[in-house]
């Protein structure tokens, strides 16, 4: 598992990834210009077309590793049941964090509401995320899952929910009802604090 603040482990990821020798011009730019992976992992195409020697074929497939490189190295649940929705904050918070971006997650929960896994279903710009119920119910059919729980951040650190936040709540709840999937809660994390939907009567 990548530990993510490891110079090491990147230099590592991106010499194999993009099969260049280890000390390369290309691999020393990137991490000068982006030295941690959490300045790495919110990189564009275009600043990664600024560096010699990265055309956009390389730059996608550096943008491909460290999607899965995020979902491989997530680390796993320290809560194992969702009680509350301060169970979902204290779980994802430390992930959310230092995003720069707004990032839409999903807990699959079984019947007795463990978790079953996690999942990131899209990262959005920095004040807009968009989330189709789509997404969020294949994965959740995929895991056979009873019920999922929604998250995401606002990089503001206001949590209040957007108009945006609660017509995608309503949608997800439609979905799930039809599917048989039902959405306990949608869960907005700011900066040192949350909003449930539920909790505001949305859900």
Request: glycine fraction near 6%; aromatic fraction near 4%; charged fraction near 20%.
């Given at each position: 598992?990548?530990?993510k603040n490891?110079?090491d ?6 010499t ?5 020798k ?5 691999v ?31 730059a996608?497939q550096?943008i491909a ?25 204290k ?9 720069k ?17 996690k ?18 119910f ?6 056979s ?6 998250a ?6 206001n ?15 439609e979905s ?10 949608h ?17």
């Open positions: 598992m990548m530990r490891s110079h482990d990147l230099k590592s990821l991106l194999n990834s993009l099969r260049e280890p000390g390369s011009y290309i020393e730019e990137i991490l000068h210009r982006f030295p941690t992976f959490a300045d790495l992992v919110d990189v564009t195409e275009q600043e990664l077309l600024t560096i010699e020697g990265v055309g956009k074929a390389r996608r550096i590793t460290l999607k899965l490189s995020r979902i491989i190295s997530a680390p796993l649940p320290s809560i194992n049941t969702i009680r509350s929705p301060e169970d979902v904050y779980l994802l918070e430390p992930e959310f964090r230092h995003l971006q707004e990032q839409f997650v999903c807990l699959f929960l079984n019947t007795k509401n463990g978790v079953i896994a999942e990131v279903i899209s990262v959005g710009s920095l004040n807009a995320c968009i989330v189709h119920p789509r997404e969020v294949r994965s959740a059919i995929k895991r899952c009873a019920s999922i729980i929604c995401h951040n606002h990089p503001s650190g949590p209040d929910p957007s108009p945006e936040d609660i017509a995608i709540t309503q949608r997800l709840i799930g009802t039809i599917i048989g999937i039902e959405l306990l809660d869960v907005v994390i700011g900066s040192g604090t949350y909003v449930s939907l539920k909790e505001r009567g949305f859900i």
